[in-house]
């Protein structure tokens, strides 16, 4: 088959194509009608950052079964006209983990013991040997914020450098944090605690400016480094806090605008280390992430699963119009769960009761997984969130029964950890109409979609009027609402379908009412 290279890749990703069988054509100035022309007989695309994989080029490319993206980022990629069109989009997320870790380590050291400005002044003739009295790794400690596939990896060399690690991740399990050598804390502890931070966090709408002024206050004398994702640390805020010497110093490679515009505050003060963006540049990263992403190429052109596939289901053709419906329903109940469970997550098991247990249900249950997880991986889907579950120390279990109390088919996903757990039942309703119907147990008929709102409380005259005319006064309008209780003036769990965000201000006034247990604020379909 015909695979086109429009980006440069390693020669090792192209050799992997062509033992293949396959041939190879690289086309690295198409732009317009010439790509357009070039992608027509092509079974196969490569790209990088810049090649634009537009509607246009899908719709002109009638045989291309697979976009295979050399890297993480597939911003240039239309991944929902490729779906559209049935073409598989796969990217590389594995290839610059060990270059990742290992340029943030540079990095610590490199700002602990201020090398390129030493470097610098050399060059220029000073011998300052005096102006830089340096801080030794070995018996700090290194707060690690993210302890993902990345942050783990910095972890255990720190560790093994001598140094001490505490770590924030809500999603990952005590006991995997503990087998690479951290200590799992709270987030303000871990930057109280630390001398040393690094950050390993996806940009998402929950961790966007996530360390500001009152976190690096935190730090305090202390260094901060980051090589994952800009806007994650506020760069206004991070110059601010060593110019004033709050801070010790600060090591940079990403930030929230690339290139690094001339004016940035982080490039006026000599404290704070900055390299563009080198975190996965070098051969052996680029090697990686070329053969991994031919790889994958090579298994969708024979009809095999796609490792890193972000838009195509692993499951059998003949199954999937079964299957399919519950793939979504399996995700938003994972997506509610999680975000119902107070702390982090250590266990997920998902049930399968009724007509559904007859079926092959792995992709289905890698969507509940999917769901789980999605608020903190880069490029999590169904296919690589079993191998997310397994690197967090998430135990994960799946059941079936054809048994099915009240509804024909029925899934459950409960998240848990040694001191809660909750379990959101889903079900279809006529083929394809996805509803939740238990929540902890409680029956209820909610909607899953937009934003929703699940309010626990004492089963009194009153409660569900005080919580709706808090809503209004916070202007946030109630599109649908589900009740239930255990027992008459026992404990009322209600869901509300609203059409914004409630106000972290108005859950307060809420939860100051005695009658009110709690209220969770949910998101869902992609809202902010």
């Not at 930030?255 to 052996?284: K, M, N, Q």
Request: aromatic content about 4%; charged content about 25%; overall charge negative.
């Amino acid at each position: 088959m015909k695979v086109l290279v429009t980006d440069p890749i390693a020669d090792a990703g192209l050799d992997v194509l062509r033992e293949a069988g396959h041939e190879v054509e690289t086309g690295y100035e198409l732009e317009g009608d010439d790509l357009l022309e070039a992608v027509a007989d092509a079974n196969g695309l490569i790209v990088r950052s810049g090649t634009e994989v537009t509607a246009a080029v899908l719709e002109a490319a009638e045989d291309l079964v697979i976009v295979g993206r050399a890297g993480i980022g597939v911003d240039n990629i239309d991944i929902d006209a490729a779906k559209d069109h049935g073409v598989i989009v796969a990217n590389a997320p594995e290839g610059n983990v060990r270059a990742a870790a290992e340029h943030t380590v540079a990095m610590t050291f490199a700002t602990a013991r201020s090398i390129p400005q030493a470097h610098i002044r050399l060059k220029n003739g000073e011998w300052a040997k005096s102006d830089y009295l340096g801080t030794e790794l070995n018996g700090k400690t290194l707060g690690v914020v993210g302890l993902g596939r990345v942050g783990q990896e910095v972890a255990k060399k720190l560790d093994s450098l001598g140094m001490d690690v505490v770590a924030y991740d809500p999603y990952i399990s005590e006991e995997r944090a503990e087998r690479i050598g951290a200590e799992l804390v709270e987030f303000e502890p871990c930057l109280e605690a630390a001398d040393f931070v690094t950050v390993h966090t996806p940009l998402t709408p929950e961790t966007e400016g996530l360390i500001g002024e009152d976190e690096l206050d935190l730090l305090g004398d202390g260094y901060l480094v980051n090589c994952a994702r800009g806007g994650v640390v506020d760069e206004d805020a991070l110059a601010a806090k060593v110019e004033d010497g709050t801070l010790a110093g600060a090591a940079i490679d990403v930030f929230a605008e690339e290139p690094l515009a001339a004016e940035s505050p982080l490039l006026e003060h000599d404290g704070i280390i900055v390299t563009p963006h080198l975190g996965a540049s070098t051969e052996a990263a680029q090697e990686n992430v070329a053969t991994s992403t031919a790889a994958q190429v090579n298994a969708a052109l024979v009809g095999e699963p796609v490792a890193n596939a972000l838009n195509a289901p692993s499951i059998d053709e003949s199954a999937f119009p079964r299957v399919e419906p519950y793939i979504d329903l399996a995700e938003t109940a994972g997506k509610v769960a999680a975000q119902l469970l107070e702390g982090r997550i250590e266990d997920i098991e998902v049930v399968y009761e009724g007509d559904i247990a007859d079926e092959d249900v792995e992709f289905v249950t890698a969507s509940a997984l999917k769901g789980v997880f999605q608020p903190l991986e880069w490029q999590v889907n169904a296919v690589n969130a079993p191998q997310i579950a397994e690197d967090r120390g998430v135990d994960v279990t799946e059941s079936k029964t054809r048994q099915a109390e009240d509804f024909q088919s029925l899934v459950s996903v409960t998240v848990s950890n040694d001191d809660s757990e909750v379990s959101v039942d889903g079900t279809l309703f006529a083929g394809d109409d996805p509803r939740i119907v238990r929540i902890d147990g409680y029956r209820v008929d909610a909607i899953p979609h937009g934003r929703m709102v699940v309010a626990r409380n004492t089963d009194e005259p009153g409660v569900i009027g005080l919580i709706g005319s808090v809503m209004g006064d916070y202007d946030v309008n109630i599109a649908g609402m589900f009740n239930a209780r255990e027992t008459i003036g026992g404990e009322a769990l209600t869901v509300y379908n609203v059409d914004s965000e409630v106000p972290d201000a108005a859950k307060a006034e809420l939860e100051e009412d005695d009658r009110v247990i709690g209220v969770s604020d949910i998101t869902l379909n992609g809202q902010s």
